[in-house]
């Protein structure tokens, strides 16, 4: 039942109100609620679209508090390990403690109909493209297009639950972990795009992971892991990280290489706090500096450059699923306005012969190769550097100027990079 109190209220920030999963969430929300809240979102437009059939009309606004308790019942007794009517109880009296008696007949009448017909429902004919791809439209259309022959992988994807993946230390082999892991009875398996990837089989509290608390093992997707491989560090480089926050490849940079020098910039004061304690964690410095990048004179220009920028992060909406209602198609537009500013002004902090990687999260063209590629349209001074080649590594899916890897559902993320160098004028 408490569960069901905290899905509806996390649900409700979202759904109704617009606010980020993470900030809906608090300290004594039971991992059985975040299991239903990210549940739900991940399932939303089917969950939807069979709550509307069950009911004879449409809830009025003033009742969300009980449409949410009816996609996340119908969620519960479909996932969750326990009876289905375990989950109808606990609907209905839940539907009492919001002062809502009323509703427990309704509660009890169209869940016990749910679990009667579930085959029907599960089974739609005619459903709507937002039902079967479980996406709003402008989404799964930009998908369909970029990506035509692989949407429906991509889909899938996002409706899948992410592994929690590792990132090991370079100076700790495979073997010693896997027998550290063993040891624990922790089990899982490596990864095939980065050597030091391990897929844990079941997620874990961090502090339980062998050499989490001495920064020799971190939790980071194995896509985001090929960063620092791709900047090609070496000691003594001056490498600046253009949007570093929260860390998480900052600190796989100073971990592969801990003699270059490091400045790590973000505009968010609050989230540049965890890279401090990332850093701290793994006992390595850096300059972090908080500002917007269009506003930081640099003293030196740098030999390598990395520009995360911030993008859709439509490659890891099965870890965000909130992405799937807050984000808009105008984002789109505004998000490639700022990705060409950034790349522009990173560029302009580049030494000759220098090189820098351009990535996102994203998986759509226009954050991504289109961003690129219209850069060095104007800019006669970068040349587009070969991932394949120079790296002897063979992933991703190549566009005319980086890689792009599209999600995975038992793998990782999606991700895009492209590797430019300055030549002289
Ligand atoms: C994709 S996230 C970076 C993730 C990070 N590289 C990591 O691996 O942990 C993008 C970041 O860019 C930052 N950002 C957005 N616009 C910026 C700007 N104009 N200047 C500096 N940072 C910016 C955001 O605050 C956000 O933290």
Same mark, same amino acid.
């Given at each position: 039942?408490?569960?069901y109190?905290? &899905?509806i209220?996390?649900?409700?920030g979202?759904?109704f109100?617009?606010?980020?999963l993470?900030s809906c969430f608090?300290? &004594?929300d039971s991992?059985?609620?975040?299991?239903?809240?990210?549940?739900?979102?991940?399932d939303?437009?089917r969950l939807?679209s069979?709550?509307?059939?069950?009911l004879?009309?449409?809830?009025?606004?003033?009742?969300?508090?009980?449409?949410?308790?009816?996609? &996340? +019942?119908i969620y519960?007794?479909?996932?969750?390990?326990?009876?289905?009517?375990?989950?109808?109880?606990?609907?209905v009296?839940?539907?009492a403690t919001?002062n809502?008696?009323?509703?427990?007949?309704?509660?009890?009448?169209?869940?016990?109909?749910?679990?009667?017909?579930?085959e029907?429902?599960?089974?739609?004919? +005619?459903? %709507? /493209?937002e039902?079967?791809? $479980?996406?709003?439209n402008?989404l799964s =259309?930009?998908?369909?297009?970029a990506?035509p022959?692989?949407?429906l992988? @991509?889909f899938a994807a996002? $409706?899948?639950?992410?592994?929690?993946t590792?990132?090991i230390n370079?100076d700790i082999?495979? #073997?010693?972990f896997?027998?550290?892991?063993?040891?624990?009875?922790? #089990?899982?398996?490596?990864?095939?795009?980065?050597?030091?990837?391990?897929?844990l089989?079941k997620?874990? /509290?961090?502090?339980?992971?062998?050499d989490? #608390?001495?920064?020799?093992?971190?939790?980071?997707? #194995?896509?985001s892991?090929?960063?620092a491989?791709?900047l090609d560090?070496?000691?003594g480089?001056?490498?600046?990280?253009?949007?570093?926050?929260p860390?998480?490849k900052t600190?796989?940079?100073?971990?592969a290489?801990?003699?270059i020098? *490091?400045?790590?910039?973000?505009?968010d004061?609050?989230?540049?706090?965890? @890279?401090? &304690?990332?850093?701290?964690r793994i006992?390595?410095t850096a300059?972090v500096v908080? !500002?917007?990048?269009e506003?930081y004179?640099?003293p030196?220009l740098?030999?390598r @450059?990395l520009?995360?920028?911030?993008? !859709?992060?439509?490659?890891? @909406?099965?870890?965000?699923p909130?992405?799937?209602?807050l984000r808009?198609?105008?984002?789109?537009?505004?998000?490639?306005?700022?990705q !060409?500013? *950034?790349?522009?002004?990173?560029?302009d902090l580049?030494k000759v012969?220098?090189k820098l990687?351009?990535?996102?999260?994203?998986?759509? /063209?226009?954050e991504?190769?289109?961003?690129?590629?219209?850069f060095?349209?104007?800019? /006669?001074n970068?040349?587009?550097?070969?991932?394949a080649?120079?790296? =002897?590594?063979?992933w991703? *899916?190549?566009t005319?100027?980086?890689?792009?890897?599209?999600?995975? %559902?038992?793998?990782?993320?999606?991700?895009f990079y492209?590797?430019l160098t300055?030549?002289a004028?």
């Amino acid at each position: 039942m408490q569960t069901y109190s905290s &899905s509806i209220r996390v649900l409700n920030g979202v759904v109704f109100e617009g606010k980020s999963l993470d900030s809906c969430f608090s300290n &004594s929300d039971s991992a059985l609620a975040k299991q239903v809240c990210y549940g739900v979102l991940r399932d939303y437009y089917r969950l939807r679209s069979i709550v509307a059939q069950l009911l004879k009309k449409p809830l009025p606004a003033k009742h969300n508090d009980i449409f949410l308790l009816l996609i &996340s +019942g119908i969620y519960s007794v479909d996932a969750l390990r326990r009876p289905a009517y375990t989950s109808v109880n606990a609907a209905v009296q839940c539907a009492a403690t919001l002062n809502k008696s009323w509703a427990k007949g309704l509660v009890n009448g169209v869940l016990r109909n749910y679990i009667r017909k579930t085959e029907k429902f599960n089974a739609p004919v +005619g459903a %709507t /493209p937002e039902v079967e791809t $479980n996406l709003p439209n402008w989404l799964s =259309d930009r998908i369909s297009i970029a990506w035509p022959t692989q949407a429906l992988e @991509i889909f899938a994807a996002y $409706n899948s639950e992410p592994p929690m993946t590792l990132r090991i230390n370079d100076d700790i082999s495979r #073997e010693d972990f896997s027998k550290k892991l063993s040891e624990n009875q922790i #089990e899982g398996h490596w990864g095939a795009l980065y050597e030091q990837a391990f897929y844990l089989s079941k997620p874990m /509290p961090v502090e339980e992971i062998p050499d989490f #608390e001495t920064g020799q093992a971190s939790v980071q997707d #194995e896509s985001s892991q090929m960063a620092a491989l791709l900047l090609d560090l070496a000691p003594g480089q001056n490498v600046l990280d253009a949007c570093a926050a929260p860390g998480g490849k900052t600190c796989h940079m100073l971990q592969a290489c801990p003699e270059i020098k *490091l400045t790590a910039i973000d505009k968010d004061a609050a989230r540049l706090h965890r @890279i401090d &304690s990332n850093l701290q964690r793994i006992g390595a410095t850096a300059t972090v500096v908080a !500002s917007d990048l269009e506003d930081y004179r640099a003293p030196d220009l740098f030999d390598r @450059i990395l520009l995360d920028a911030p993008c !859709s992060a439509t490659g890891i @909406i099965r870890r965000h699923p909130d992405i799937k209602l807050l984000r808009r198609d105008t984002d789109i537009v505004k998000l490639a306005q700022t990705q !060409s500013k *950034l790349l522009a002004t990173a560029w302009d902090l580049l030494k000759v012969g220098g090189k820098l990687l351009y990535s996102t999260c994203s998986i759509l /063209p226009e954050e991504n190769e289109n961003i690129v590629s219209d850069f060095c349209m104007n800019h /006669p001074n970068a040349a587009v550097l070969d991932l394949a080649s120079e790296h =002897d590594v063979n992933w991703g *899916l190549r566009t005319p100027t980086g890689r792009q890897l599209l999600p995975t %559902t038992d793998a990782y993320d999606g991700f895009f990079y492209a590797l430019l160098t300055k030549k002289a004028q």
